[in-house]
């Protein structure tokens, strides 16, 4: 939860599945249309996008 809360703040609205795209075979449920957080990563200048999780986690 925490990642995709960072790729948001990186692509506010952007994270979505396209329900209208989706073929029948190759791809039913739609086409996701936001970014991995390996493309967030290049638009904030970082290999990636991530955090440290705390002890507890």
């Keep these: ?3 995709t809360q960072l790729i ?3 692509n506010p609205g952007g994270q979505v599945w396209n329900v209208r795209v989706g073929r029948k ?6 086409v996701f249309e936001g ?8 638009k904030v200048g ?5 955090y440290i999780p ?4």
């Design 46 to 50: 970082q290999a990636a996008i991530g």
């Design 8 to 10: 948001e703040q990186v």
């Design 1 to 3: 939860v925490k990642t």
């Design 35 to 42: 970014m991995t957080i390996f493309d967030a990563g290049a």
């Design 25 to 30: 075979h190759h791809a039913p449920y739609g």
């Design 54 to 57: 705390t002890v507890q986690e």
